[in-house]
């Protein structure tokens, strides 16, 4: 496996606690970064810092993403335990299950849509200050091929993702000329706790459209994620990255 250059970078990993984020944070710490870890499940926070502490400097902050103020200490906490923040990575996100929209209450929607992208909206909007002060950034959001394509049965999950797509796009433009690129990747299905969530005709019916016939590994995420959170990526803002398998390649 290459290592990424990450060297004294300080990244901050939303929903860094288990599978995509927990693989982003192993990566980017044998990458010569250090972590800051922002989950809002604060048993597995705990248990995940002390397993990544192994490999370098982690700390951690417990926070619910949805809310604007514990976004503000997430942000500031990082900054006074690290002295930067330089990436960005939201992978933080649920499922809300599996419906016909018609069937699927509308707290539940909410939910999803306040999970999934109000909160990388706020975490964006907490982090960009603190990212222009310093000159340099770059945030990665986690968004799905189900933005791209829509799931039957997942209508809020996949316009939350459609909805990242787009808030990926305009912030990618606005900072464009400030050197904090912004970026997109759409994974199909990883097979980590997420399916949990899902029903087991929805899992079969996210495999039966993947050419590869597989599912994405957690560690394949992190490098194309962590190469967008590089120097190396110079030249490409507001972009989508497929990492679908060949299901949707544009």
């Known amino acids: 496996m290459n290592r990424i250059d990450l060297e004294g970078r300080v990244v901050a990993i939303t929903g860094g606690a288990r599978g995509i984020g927990y693989a982003v944070a192993q990566r980017a710490l044998n990458s010569g970064a250090s972590v800051a870890l922002w989950d809002i499940d604060a048993e597995r926070l705990a248990r995940s810092q002390r397993e990544l502490a192994e490999l370098g400097k982690v700390t951690a902050v417990t926070v619910e ?42 707290d539940v929607w909410r939910r999803v849509i306040d999970v999934n992208l109000i909160g990388p909206y706020l975490t964006c909007r907490a982090v960009v200050p603190q990212m222009l002060q310093q000159g340099y950034g770059r945030i990665v959001n986690i968004a799905s091929v189900a933005g791209k394509e ?13 909805g990242l797509i787009g808030l990926t796009k305009s912030l990618g433009k606005e900072l464009a000329t400030k050197n904090i690129l912004v970026n997109a990747v759409t994974p199909a299905a990883a097979k980590t706790e997420i399916f949990d969530s899902m029903s087991q005709q929805h899992i079969d019916y996210m495999l039966s459209k993947i050419p590869m016939n597989r599912f994405l590994l957690p560690e394949e ?22 990492l679908s398998g060949g299901r949707a390649t544009y």
């Open 221 to 242: 995420a992190a490098s194309l994620i962590l190469w967008l959170a590089s120097e190396d990526c110079a030249f490409s803002t507001g972009s989508v990255f497929d």
């Open 65 to 106: 993403l949805t809310q604007e103020a514990a976004v503000a200490h997430a942000v500031a906490q990082t900054v006074l335990d690290h002295g930067a923040l330089d990436v960005l990575v939201n992978c933080a996100g649920i499922t809300g299950g599996n419906g016909a929209t018609w069937e699927l209450e509308p």
């Open 150 to 162: 829509g799931n039957p049965n997942a209508s809020h999950y996949s316009a939350s993702k459609a």
